[in-house]
């Protein structure tokens, strides 16, 4: 298991340059996957830091985050690092940051992307209904909390997510 002090340090290297790209769009694929998990993926046994299930194709981080990191990079001033599981058997999850936020907020979930996103795409890579993939990533803020909606699309149904990123919504 990797310290926290090196997860931080990645964070804040990755982060360097994905503030100097600008917010796109981008499709995640399998390969970028870094862990088998059981699906649905709840995280934690202590309720308050459970993922949470979406739409029944993924699981999110829980609804407050508190600790975030402070980049020393502009747009994308602070970070918090979140994973993210999708169902093995998922359609395409489509996740996008709202117009409104688009200033505020940007999403980066994957290895081989540049640049941080505002419409994510992953689709589930395998065939066992019960099985999850992991994504690494998290969220990109150009203040230092937020509580920040995101809309999830599988097919025609969507929902709309919020998440407190360091203060609660």
């Not at 694929?29 to 309720?47: F, H, M, Q």
């Not at 979140?82 to 169902?87: E, F, K, P, S, Y």
């Not at 509580?147 to 609660?168: H, K, M, Q």
Request: aromatic share 8%; with cysteine; proline share 7%.
């Amino acid at each position: 298991m990797k310290s926290i002090g090196a997860l931080l340090v990645a964070g804040v290297l990755a982060s360097a340059a994905l503030a100097s790209s600008s917010a796109s769009s981008r499709t995640v694929p399998c390969d970028e996957v870094i862990l088998a998990t059981k699906w649905p993926y709840v995280g934690s046994r202590n309720p308050a830091h459970r993922y949470r299930t979406v739409l029944d194709a993924v699981s999110v981080p829980p609804a407050y985050m508190q600790q975030v990191e402070p980049t020393g990079e502009k747009p994308w001033s602070h970070w918090r690092k979140a994973g993210l599981d999708v169902r093995a058997t998922a359609p395409t999850v489509t996740i996008t940051v709202p117009k409104a936020w688009r200033t505020r907020a940007a999403i980066a979930w994957g290895y081989g992307g540049t640049g941080v996103h505002h419409t994510l795409r992953l689709t589930g890579c395998g065939s066992d209904p019960a099985a999850g993939d992991a994504y690494s990533g998290g969220f990109y803020l150009s203040v230092p909390s937020a509580c920040v909606p995101l809309i999830f699309r599988v097919g025609d149904r969507t929902a709309t997510v919020r998440f407190g990123v360091g203060r609660r919504c």
